[in-house]
């Protein structure tokens, strides 16, 4: 328990580190970037077509929430605030808080993201696993194909696939997160429109990634089946059953990794794909915030990800030593 | 068994309950069919409901209102529909507006709108600067003084020392929003500090300390969002998630029996995909202006009820020159490459559907340009027709020769160019394509390079890091504004108090690098800049006068080639909803929230 504490304690101060470092990169990083958010703003107005004189008395306050300063009173000033938990104010909304931005944005991410990565698991490891049990048949080499294929697919494309067939054309789904004439709340109508809503983004995801999955673990239940101790236990004649389970216990180690990664990079949201079911999530607002050149938003949302990444790791990390005997006691071969 | 699907249960409507906090709780019911759709902008569920933030959920015409609603006038900046406002009258010297109210005005919580809140919203305006209502003392065409008549009559004064025609549209074009809401959020010396602020006898302490609060308030009223919305428009909002915003009609609005749907749906949008998908799926009653591609707007027009309504668009699309590279500082070379321009052919490629191509480089779009000055004016000017010989001996006049096909400079070195576009916009990624491919042809290779994203193509564009590129022009219908595009900041001219000063290419934002002054035939010497802003306090006749200068300046100077005048494209369905705006209306800048006010937009029956 003390050796789990202290391998705990010394990530997290890993962690901290990093977070740091990454979160001083991000804050070079988008000011280094060209553009002005009140000219960006102006412009965008022109193009909409809002009158000049409109636009200017519309971006005018603007100014006020650009950081001033020199780079080093404005890093203190965001390191300070950071430490509050306070990751400022919006330029973009002007004033908005961006930690209410980020939270309102990341609810939606997660789960939209985590209903597709689950999902893609779960396909993945059972085609997987009957991909590699069925290798010598057709069966194995068709599931290998497809998995191929779809991993194949950039995700912009299966989105606007499904969006054209079954929203477009079809119209058995709707874009965005949900109906706005039904009343929000803990009610069946509500319910089931979010669910709705999400099932096709969520498909989107969980179709062009299970293909990654399913090679990964057609792959490593292939390694698993040639091992020694697969053969011993067939001669000792123990059941199927009993085998199996010692190959998908193996076969998943590599998976979890993965798995657990995916889960830490999906706070990045799924942007493609947000932004072809018009879903407003992680990915939609950084692309947004980076097109305003909000600095505020986008240093808000990259922490946010770097955060849910390292801590990812961590976890990923803690769990690999949990259910693989040979890390934890540093025996692997 | 039991105990799971219980679990199961509790997270999906932990799950849904935590994402229905962005909304309120009043009743809805989802099967109406006098509930009209619409995408209007991009929806930020977090934003308040204040019409004076950028992302806000007050939505003009809807729950946001103005004294007046602009036409889309090709020539007359101040030509307004009534809003709030019954009438108004303005002296000639624009130095005194009186606005009277409509006296059957009320706020959704059953108040009457009077004068008390039009004040109120000006001291609001003034916190957040700009137009009218700029905080600095001796601004042009500020509001020096605001006095309540009565409960329905409101007079403003321009600060003394200007007499700008654009008073009367700012101050009509202010939003207008509740006493009883913002007031409380003001300090009750509001107007004390904004007259230190303006005041140019003021000493220079007082000002800055005046104006610092004015400013500090600004920030603080432009993030205040009321938790109710107390609108005195045709709809109240019910509540926003972030893909929509659902609006109630407003039984309080003083017009609620012009109103038809009895709830509004504005929906979200992050690009123009998204709005292509809902309009080809049947479910938008209306959309704003959106670039579409031919076999797009095909497959809208194919579902059933969709209909496009156009009318012209106060906007052109220039290929704008940095006359501090050289060989662009040469006219002749400019010229050249507007001979050498097939400007149909480039409309054709790049905006087919949503531009026509100009008639010539005027500075204003061609309609507007034939309004001010006369078609037959307009047909004097060099029209510059696609011609390869005319383009061929202005190249020369430059001192150029051609050598295998290639266009050589006087230095030995080859003509080429740089063409400069944003990423993500298609019509002049794609004109540039085409033009690239024109010089080329004609002997001048042209590369068209393609910036990361707007913000960074703006930022160095004003850098001066491009040759050419692409630049919005002729943005009326206020002639200072169009021809600030071309003689603004962005050519050297800045304003100071009521006077322009000139600024050397590189400084101050000047990137297109034009010369000061030029001799045109006919004309003498010319400033661009100094009658640009003359124009902000010119009558009609005055106005007429210097357009026809900046006209032929622009025409023979060239500092952008005039390409495309744009076409303003709407795309309504008319399966619920019917009698929209006709073809060329002077409503079609306006919002449907606005042409439900002016008796539009009807209950099919």
């Known amino acids: ?46 193009a909409q077509g809002v009158s000049a004189e409109q636009a200017r008395a519309q971006v005018q306050v603007t100014y006020g929430f650009v950081p001033h300063g020199s780079w080093i009173s404005q890093y203190g000033d965001y390191l300070w605030k950071l430490l509050h938990f306070d990751l400022g104010k919006s330029v973009s909304a002007q004033g908005v808080s961006v930690t209410t931005e980020v939270l309102g944005a990341a609810k939606w991410t997660i789960g939209l993201v985590l209903a597709g990565t689950l999902l893609s698991f779960v396909i993945g490891v059972v085609l997987g696993v009957i991909a590699a049990m ?13 998995g191929s294929l779809l991993h194949g697919i950039p995700q912009y494309v299966m989105a606007l696939v499904l969006v054209t067939f079954l929203t477009v054309k079809l ?8 109906n706005g004439l039904i009343d929000p709340g803990f009610n069946g109508p509500y319910l089931a429109s979010i669910i709705s809503h999400a099932v096709l983004p969520a498909a989107a995801f969980a179709l062009s990634s299970f293909g990654g999955y399913l090679l990964t673990m057609k792959s490593s239940v292939v390694s698993v089946l040639g091992d020694d101790f697969i053969l011993a236990s067939e001669l000792r004649g123990i059941k199927p059953s009993i ?32 932004h072809a079911f018009n879903y407003p999530g992680m990915g939609a607002m950084l692309i947004d915030s980076i097109g305003n050149r909000d600095y505020s938003e986008m240093s808000g949302a990259f922490l946010l990800i770097t955060g849910a990444v390292i801590l990812a790791n961590i976890a990923a990390d803690l769990l690999y030593s949990a259910i693989d005997p040979r890390v934890r006691h540093g025996g692997a071969t | 068994m039991k105990r799971r699907a219980f679990a199961g249960l509790t997270a999906a409507g932990g799950f849904a309950a935590v994402m229905g906090t962005a909304g309120c709780t009043d009743s809805s019911d989802s099967s109406s069919a006098d509930v009209f759709t619409a995408i209007e ?57 009186t606005v009277k109210l409509r006296p059957d005005a009320k706020w959704s919580d059953g108040k009457p709108v009077t004068a008390d809140d039009v004040k109120a919203s000006a001291a609001v305006s003034f916190s957040q600067g700009g137009g009218a209502f700029a905080v600095a003392p001796g601004a042009a065409g500020g509001v020096g003084a605001v006095k309540v008549i009565d409960a329905h009559t409101i007079e403003f004064d321009q600060s003394p020392g200007s007499s700008n025609n654009s008073f009367l549209r700012n101050v009509l074009n202010m939003w207008v929003v509740p006493n009883s809401v913002y007031g409380p959020q003001m300090p009750a010396n509001i107007w004390d500090l904004i007259k230190t602020a303006t005041d140019p006898k003021a000493s220079k302490k007082d000002q800055a300390a005046a104006q610092g609060k004015v400013q500090a308030l600004g920030k603080k009223l432009v993030e205040f969002g009321p938790k109710k919305d107390v609108s005195a428009g045709p709809f109240v909002l019910q509540r926003v998630n972030p893909g929509e915003a659902v609006l109630v009609k407003n039984t309080h609005f003083f017009d609620a029996d012009k109103i038809a749907p009895s709830k509004v749906v504005l929906k979200n949008y992050s690009g123009n995909e998204q709005i292509w998908n809902y309009l080809i799926a049947g479910e938008l009653d209306a959309a704003i202006y959106t670039a579409t591609p031919a076999n797009v707007r095909k497959k809208i027009l194919a579902k059933q009820g969709n209909k496009m309504i156009s009318g012209f668009s106060p906007v052109a699309a220039a290929l704008a020159f940095n006359q501090s590279v050289k060989p662009l500082d040469n006219v002749h070379v400019r010229r050249a490459l507007a001979y050498l321009i097939d400007r149909k052919l480039t409309t054709k490629i790049g905006e087919s559907i949503g531009g026509a191509p100009s008639q010539t480089t005027t500075g204003l779009i ?77 002997g001048i290779k042209t590369e068209v390079k393609t910036s990361a994203d707007y913000a960074t193509y703006l930022s160095e564009i004003a850098e001066g890091k491009y040759q050419l590129g692409f630049w919005l022009i002729a943005l009326g219908p206020s002639t200072h504004d169009a021809y600030a595009r071309l003689y603004g900041p962005s050519n050297g001219w800045n304003q100071f108090g009521a006077n322009v000063q000139h600024s050397a290419p590189g400084k101050n934002g000047n990137w297109m690098g034009g010369a000061e002054k030029a001799t045109i035939p006919g004309l003498g010497t010319i400033n661009p800049g100094e ?14 006068e210097i357009v026809a200068k900046l006209a032929a300046y622009s025409n023979d100077q060239l500092p952008a080639i005039q390409i495309w005048d744009y076409t303003n494209i709407q795309f309504v369905n008319e399966s619920r909803f019917t009698n929209y705006p006709k073809n060329d209306s002077d409503v079609l800048r306006l919002h449907p929230g606005m042409w439900m006010q002016l008796g539009y937009i009807q209950k099919k029956k």
């Open chain 2, 366 to 442: 061609s309609d507007a340009a034939n309004a001010w000055i006369g078609q037959a004016a307009v047909d004097k000017l060099n029209q510059y027709p696609h011609d390869a010989g005319k383009g061929e001996a202005e190249l020369k006049k430059a001192g150029m020769s051609k050598k295998g096909g290639q266009w050589i400079q006087a230095n030995g070195k080859p003509f080429t160019l740089q063409l400069q576009v944003p990423n993500g916009f298609s019509d002049w990624i794609a004109g540039g394509k085409s033009i690239s491919s024109q010089l080329t042809d004609a």
């Open chain 1, 243 to 274: 085998i199996f389970r010692y190959v998908a216990r193996n076969a998943l180690l590599p998976l979890f990794t993965v798995l657990a990664l995916s889960l830490g990079f999906m706070i990045g949201g799924a942007v493609f794909i947000e």
């Open chain 2, 41 to 97: 902008t991009e929806i930020d569920a977090n934003a308040p409901i204040n019409p004076y933030n950028q992302k806000t959920n007050s939505f003009q015409g809807y729950n946001a209102m103005k004294l007046g609603w602009a036409k889309n006038s090709l020539t007359d900046a101040n030509a307004f529909y009534p809003a709030l406002a019954a009438s108004w009258s303005e002296t000639p010297d624009h130095l005194k507006l």
């Open chain 1, 134 to 146: 069925k290798r010598e048949g057709h069966v194995g080499s068709i599931l290998s194909l497809i």
């Open chain 1, 1 to 46: 328990m003390l050796a789990f504490l202290r391998r705990l304690a010394g990530h997290l101060v890993r962690g901290v580190v990093m977070i740091w470092v990454v979160t001083t990169f991000t804050f070079v990083l988008v000011r280094l970037m060209p553009g002005d958010p009140v000219q960006t703003q102006y412009e965008k107005l022109l």
């Open chain 2, 531 to 544: 009658l640009t802003n003359k124009l902000a306090q010119a009558n009609e006749a005055q106005q007429k």
């Open chain 1, 171 to 178: 119209k058995l789904f709707s874009t965005g997160p949900v």
